[in-house]
């Protein structure tokens, strides 16, 4: 048995360049898909839904593309890789979630919705105030999430250049706020889609390859594994025991607690997860979805749990926190000693092949989250609550209108709205990918798998809520809807800002000044029963009732079909 600590296994600055052709490699590629799927069409559909034309599938792999970012392949093999047993119970939260997707939301939404989330609360609470509440909080949600993309980004790039250096972190987000702000403008929802699932493919397939050499490697004995993790782990046994990054006191539990209930119930209401159920034609073809994207994650973070464990063992958790303080370059390492070693041909081209698979994995959420933003700006807060109110047909008119035509805006100056539409939108995704930008920037040394743990917890704060009451309350009003998605949203933000990830230790964004209050990192179990509460009171003390005809109109599309896009 061995009982060495791991010799240091950062590759020498010799070692770069195969790395950084495959990164180029899978520039060019995705680029080359952008342009060719962009010319394809222009119309809002195929923007914000790539034409509704993606089988089960391949929707599927797309959603599971869209999961699996850099906080799964990055960010939790790193947690694992320096907590153990507090970071698997970390990727069991992202899993059960889409449990609640399958049983809530996939097929309401695809019947409901049209591109976005405020078209599901739009359906009965036709408010201009609604739809800018809705979309502004799926611009924070996508914000959250990006600045993680980018973050993990700046890492994976400076680990491969051999240098902690902030300026080589800075250039790669820099560098990847443009490709974002191309694959959006030009390719719209149907490159992104296809981005997506060439990502998944590979992703999927690198993560096999090196649990197939991993278990290789321990002769598939899974105990031997646990044990030299243990060994290496700087820890010993409580590497394997709950408890070593949150069980030091009450409050660090209860954070915990606080962050699984986010990742649980925050991916229903994550924008770009939601409007994925909307390039497929059927409510059928979601659902269908939905179950190949729960076997591909399924598989994905079984597999990220051997990763972070042979991370351990292979090259010790002192050496990932050394390359990077918060694990994030864990499984680019683990790749360079299961191939064989610094200095060996083998460990050069394992690395740089997973460092490329990761930065594809990057490239392709962070093309999906700005979509996303740029459809919740353009689609919800601009045509929808900003340049006018939607037109009110009599209700006795309603079906002499083709259910199709409305979907589409109808006639030609319908067409021409949509075209303004969609110009706006690829402004947006200019503006949007500058803001992520700056904000990433300012958290470099931050945990990927955190940072999108925030996210969650805006999206259960926020979105959840409100799709839910709009989903299942016959009495829901569009003040109670107003209420909800702020009731949630500000309280989330507003307590990360006065939280220990933003001031108050050498982690945080500001490490030099402390002005936290709130002793909770993650702030879902407060945050998420307020917006829950406060749409309820919005409610009940609403004074306009809720509209029984909409609501029964919204009950029969959501659960038939009938009449959706």
Do not use: C
């Given at each position: 048995?061995?009982?060495?600590?791991?010799?240091?296994?950062?590759?020498?600055?010799?070692?770069?360049?195969?790395?950084?052709?495959?990164?180029?490699?899978?520039?060019?590629?995705?680029?080359?898909?952008?342009?060719?799927?962009?010319?394809?069409?222009?119309?809002?559909?195929?923007?914000?839904?790539?034409?509704?034309?993606?089988?089960?599938?391949?929707?599927?792999?797309?959603?599971?593309?869209?999961?699996?970012?850099?906080?799964?392949?990055?960010?939790?093999?790193?947690?694992?890789?320096?907590?153990?047993?507090?970071g698997v119970l970390y990727s069991i939260g992202f899993l059960v979630a889409w449990l609640v997707v399958l049983m809530l939301v996939a097929e309401l939404v695809r019947n409901a919705g049209r591109y976005t989330l405020a078209d599901v609360l739009a359906?009965?609470?036709?408010?201009?105030?609604?739809?800018?509440?809705?979309?502004?909080?799926?611009?924070?949600?996508?914000?959250?999430?990006?600045?993680?993309?980018?973050?993990?980004?700046?890492?994976?790039?400076?680990?491969?250049?051999?240098?902690?250096?902030?300026?080589?972190?800075?250039?790669?987000?820099?560098?990847?706020?443009?490709?974002?702000?191309?694959?959006?403008?030009?390719?719209?929802?149907?490159?992104?889609?296809?981005?997506?699932?060439?990502?998944?493919?590979?992703?999927?397939?690198?993560?096999?390859?090196?649990?197939?050499?991993?278990?290789?490697?321990?002769?598939?004995?899974?105990?031997?594994?646990?044990?030299?993790a243990a060994q290496h782990s700087g820890a010993g046994q409580r590497y394997l025991e709950p408890g070593l990054k949150y069980g030091h006191s009450f409050t660090s539990r209860l954070d915990f607690f606080s962050l699984g209930l986010a990742l649980v119930?925050?991916?229903?209401?994550?924008?770009?997860?939601?409007?994925?159920?909307?390039?497929?034609?059927?409510?059928?073809?979601?659902?269908?979805?939905?179950?190949?994207?729960?076997?591909?994650?399924?598989?994905?973070?079984?597999?990220?749990?051997?990763?972070?464990?042979?991370?351990?063992?292979?090259?010790?958790?002192?050496?990932?926190?050394?390359?990077?303080?918060?694990?994030?370059?864990?499984?680019?390492?683990?790749?360079?000693?299961?191939?064989?070693?610094?200095?060996?041909?083998?460990?050069?081209?394992?690395?740089?092949?997973?460092?490329?698979?990761?930065?594809?994995?990057?490239?392709?959420?962070?093309?999906?989250?700005?979509?996303?933003?740029?459809?919740?700006?353009?689609?919800?807060?601009?045509?929808?609550?900003?340049?006018?109110?939607?037109?009110?047909?009599?209700?006795?008119?309603?079906?002499?209108?083709?259910?199709?035509?409305?979907?589409?805006?109808?006639?030609?100056?319908?067409?021409?709205?949509?075209?303004?539409?969609?110009?706006?939108?690829?402004?947006?995704?200019?503006?949007?990918?500058?803001?992520?930008?700056?904000?990433?920037?300012?958290?470099?040394?931050?945990?990927?798998?955190?940072?999108?743990?925030?996210?969650?917890?805006?999206?259960?704060?926020?979105?959840?809520?409100?799709?839910?009451?709009?989903?299942?309350w016959r009495r829901f009003t569009p003040r109670g809807a107003v209420w909800s998605v702020y009731g949630g949203l500000l309280p989330a933000v507003l307590l990360v800002a006065f939280s220990p990830v933003v001031s108050g230790g050498k982690a945080a964004?500001?490490?030099?000044?402390?002005?936290?209050?709130?002793?909770?990192?993650?702030?879902?179990?407060?945050?998420?029963?307020?917006?829950?509460?406060?749409?309820?009171?919005?409610?009940?003390?609403?004074?306009?009732?809720?509209?029984?005809?909409?609501?029964?109109?919204?009950?029969?599309?959501?659960?038939?079909?009938?009449?959706?896009?």
């Amino acid at each position: 048995m061995r009982t060495a600590t791991p010799p240091p296994v950062a590759p020498t600055g010799d070692h770069h360049d195969l790395a950084i052709v495959l990164f180029a490699v899978i520039v060019l590629v995705t680029l080359g898909i952008t342009l060719w799927v962009g010319r394809r069409g222009s119309a809002a559909e195929d923007f914000y839904a790539g034409g509704r034309d993606f089988t089960p599938l391949q929707n599927g792999f797309a959603l599971s593309g869209d999961y699996l970012s850099a906080a799964s392949f990055l960010g939790v093999a790193g947690l694992i890789a320096l907590y153990g047993y507090d970071g698997v119970l970390y990727s069991i939260g992202f899993l059960v979630a889409w449990l609640v997707v399958l049983m809530l939301v996939a097929e309401l939404v695809r019947n409901a919705g049209r591109y976005t989330l405020a078209d599901v609360l739009a359906l009965r609470l036709r408010r201009r105030k609604v739809r800018a509440a809705a979309g502004g909080a799926s611009i924070v949600v996508t914000l959250f999430y990006l600045v993680a993309q980018m973050v993990g980004a700046g890492s994976l790039v400076a680990l491969l250049l051999g240098t902690n250096s902030s300026e080589a972190r800075t250039w790669t987000i820099v560098a990847v706020g443009g490709l974002m702000i191309i694959y959006v403008t030009i390719g719209g929802m149907r490159a992104t889609t296809w981005i997506q699932i060439v990502k998944a493919v590979l992703l999927v397939a690198g993560s096999v390859l090196l649990t197939v050499l991993l278990m290789i490697r321990f002769h598939g004995d899974v105990a031997e594994l646990m044990r030299q993790a243990a060994q290496h782990s700087g820890a010993g046994q409580r590497y394997l025991e709950p408890g070593l990054k949150y069980g030091h006191s009450f409050t660090s539990r209860l954070d915990f607690f606080s962050l699984g209930l986010a990742l649980v119930l925050g991916t229903a209401g994550l924008p770009h997860i939601l409007s994925r159920f909307y390039t497929v034609p059927t409510a059928r073809a979601a659902r269908r979805s939905t179950m190949w994207a729960i076997g591909l994650v399924g598989g994905f973070y079984l597999m990220a749990i051997a990763l972070g464990l042979g991370a351990t063992a292979l090259v010790g958790s002192a050496e990932v926190r050394h390359a990077n303080p918060a694990g994030n370059t864990a499984v680019p390492l683990l790749a360079l000693v299961l191939g064989g070693g610094n200095g060996s041909t083998g460990g050069v081209v394992l690395f740089a092949l997973i460092s490329a698979i990761a930065f594809a994995t990057i490239l392709a959420v962070v093309a999906g989250l700005t979509l996303a933003s740029s459809a919740a700006f353009a689609h919800d807060i601009w045509a929808g609550a900003w340049r006018g109110r939607p037109r009110r047909r009599p209700r006795g008119r309603r079906a002499a209108v083709p259910a199709s035509r409305r979907a589409r805006g109808g006639g030609a100056s319908g067409q021409a709205a949509e075209r303004e539409e969609v110009g706006v939108a690829r402004i947006a995704a200019v503006g949007i990918g500058a803001v992520a930008i700056a904000l990433s920037l300012f958290a470099q040394q931050m945990n990927v798998a955190f940072l999108v743990g925030l996210a969650f917890a805006v999206a259960a704060s926020a979105n959840l809520p409100v799709l839910l009451y709009s989903l299942f309350w016959r009495r829901f009003t569009p003040r109670g809807a107003v209420w909800s998605v702020y009731g949630g949203l500000l309280p989330a933000v507003l307590l990360v800002a006065f939280s220990p990830v933003v001031s108050g230790g050498k982690a945080a964004l500001f490490p030099g000044v402390d002005f936290h209050w709130f002793p909770l990192e993650n702030p879902g179990i407060v945050s998420i029963p307020l917006g829950f509460l406060a749409g309820w009171i919005g409610t009940v003390t609403s004074s306009e009732p809720a509209d029984a005809d909409r609501y029964a109109e919204l009950e029969v599309r959501s659960l038939t079909g009938a009449g959706a896009a």
